[in-house]
């Protein structure tokens, strides 16, 4: 009877203290959330994907540890050539751990790249277009893993720049890439090389040449580091195209200050 | 009074290390190490990312089990010694004896999520070594901008100070285990159910934040459910809070403040839990 009556005493304290931390717990929570950190949505179609045990454990604060074997299975797939399932073992991989950018950038390379070209190359598939098709819909997988990684860690240069290279080599939209590489820049932690890519794809976008000769003139104004060859030569065919009047050329000043 | 505590919590330190708890860090050792080997064939990243998803996985599974269990047969095992009664008999309180207690396992906790981050440590600096060592070999005449590129991107991925904020987490919600389940155990007639109990509500108190969400939305499931929801929310401790490792091993940086109050909510659980505990130990029959 003593017993009864000290556990209803303590589970009235807690109810009591449960009331006194709730808006403390509820303010955490909210910060936590707005520093980006416990992002992962653990709903009932991550159940399906990944089986009652592992949800379980992904449940209980085991979210990386499940992750983890879930990527070494991703990779055993991808060995075997399963791409269909490693579609589904990224998608539970991403889910459980949406602030590791190394999911996010290898599951898009292997969708846009490996997958993609198997599916061109599918001896099993006689029809051309239908290759075609599944090569397409592999691109498109691999741009729909950057974009969530993105909405994820929207601070991160380097799923942007991923995102610029796919779009540049996969999808032939320079002006979209450009946007992506030039975003990357912007982003703390930006290799230097990414504001050149962005340059150069604007240079190849009908109707941006201006906005890419304005951004090689800022980047040639840098410094020799970054007077690459490369950046000399889109210079001066911009300058060319554009028209810049003889004294503003960099290009051609260089040429006459250093024959 | 705090010799008194001091003495128990030193006997209950010993006798714990004589139960050969420790085995168990040979079995993390053999996981991380041979997880690190088990993982070439990944990109670089890849396999820094799995090495620490892994190690802090064990180290919070580990040290989980080891607060869950050790302090479930804290009580039992005395009574049962019936060392117990000899020492309530000297002048010593019942709330020292308790406190010498949860102080013995919280040292020992400490200990094992020290050497166990010490384990981790050392691998993740063997292993960074490793990689560099492999770079250098295979990048021999390139030059050295490019070099040092590459050492810089292994050297990154490797040990950082926020790992270090994980293990601090990490035992804290190991502290908070052990004081809750010491709690159950101050009602529980049985080992056997202090620890069922507990892990009962280590699952609960993952799921408190949803249900809490859940009472205070506008969803109206009607006032069996919402009274349900109410009482999980209010009775269970938040884990979900205290679940940061995740993200610290996905690289993301805990701001100092949310770092602070995430450890403030843990303390205050465990001087709580703590607090609950002696008042129901004091009027326990023996």
Do not use: C
Not at chain 1, 42 to 48: A, G, N, T
């Amino acid at each position: 009877m003593r017993r009864v009556v000290t556990l209803v005493l303590v589970v009235s304290l807690l109810l009591l203290f449960g009331v006194a931390r709730l808006p403390f717990e509820r303010k955490l929570d909210a910060s936590q959330r707005s520093a980006n950190l416990r992002s992962a949505t653990l709903d009932l179609s991550l159940r399906e994907q990944i089986g009652q045990l592992s949800y379980v454990a992904a449940l209980s604060g085991f979210r990386s540890l499940v992750a983890a074997l879930l990527w070494i299975e991703a990779h055993t797939a991808w060995e075997q050539t399963a791409w269909g399932r490693m579609v589904a073992l990224f998608q539970s991989v991403t889910t459980l751990q949406p602030r590791s950018l190394i999911y996010w950038d290898i599951a898009a390379w292997h969708m846009a790249w490996n997958a993609s070209i198997a599916a061109r190359n599918n001896p099993k598939e006689p029809s051309e277009f239908l290759r075609m098709k599944a090569e397409r819909e592999y691109h498109e997988l691999g741009l729909y893993f950057l974009k969530r990684g993105i909405a994820n860690n929207p601070e991160s240069a380097m799923l942007y720049e991923r995102l610029g290279i796919l779009l540049r080599d996969k999808f032939n939209d320079h002006s979209a890439a450009a946007d992506a590489f030039l975003k990357a820049a912007s982003l703390p932690g930006a290799p230097a090389y990414v504001k050149r890519m962005g340059a150069y794809e604007l240079a190849k976008t009908p109707g941006r040449e201006r906005e890419a000769y304005e951004l090689l003139h800022k980047i040639y104004l840098m410094g020799e580091s970054e007077r690459l060859p490369s950046v000399i030569t889109m210079l001066g065919e911009l300058e060319e195209k554009l028209n810049i009047p003889p004294a503003d050329r960099l290009i051609h000043e260089q040429h006459e200050s250093h024959p | 009074m705090i010799r008194r505590i001091q003495t128990i919590a030193a006997s209950t330190w010993t006798e714990l290390i004589r139960l050969k708890v420790f085995y168990f860090l040979v079995i993390f050792a053999l996981l991380v190490i041979a997880s690190s080997f088990f993982l070439a064939g990944f990109s670089f990243e890849a396999e820094f990312q799995m090495l620490k998803d892994i190690a802090l996985g064990a180290m919070s599974i580990f040290s989980a089990l080891l607060a869950i269990l050790a302090a479930a047969n804290l009580l039992p095992k005395d009574m049962e010694d019936r060392t117990i009664y000899t020492i309530l008999a000297k002048p010593v309180a019942r709330f020292e004896y308790l406190l010498g207690k949860l102080i013995g396992l919280m040292l020992l906790l400490t200990l094992a999520v020290a050497l166990m981050s010490l384990v981790f440590a050392v691998t993740l600096l063997l292993f960074t070594n490793y990689k560099v060592h492999l770079s250098l070999a295979e990048m021999a005449g390139a030059p050295p901008a490019e070099i040092a590129s590459a050492v810089a991107a292994i050297k990154a991925q490797g040990y950082d100070a926020n790992l270090f904020s994980g293990g601090a987490i990490i035992l804290l919600k190991s502290w908070l285990l052990a004081a809750m389940t010491l709690l159950i155990s101050t009602f529980s007639t049985s080992a056997i159910f202090t620890t069922m109990a507990s892990f009962a509500v280590y699952f609960i108190g993952h799921l408190q934040a949803t249900a809490r969400d859940y009472w205070l939305s506008s969803a109206d499931p009607g006032w069996f459910v919402k009274g349900a929801l109410a009482i999980i929310a209010l009775v269970f401790p938040d884990l979900q809070a205290l679940n940061l490792v995740d993200d610290i091993v996905a690289g993301a940086t805990i701001p100092l403040v949310v770092l602070a109050k995430t450890l403030a909510l843990g303390f205050g659980y465990i001087v709580v839990y703590t607090a609950l505990a002696i008042a129901a130990f004091q009027t326990r029959e023996l």
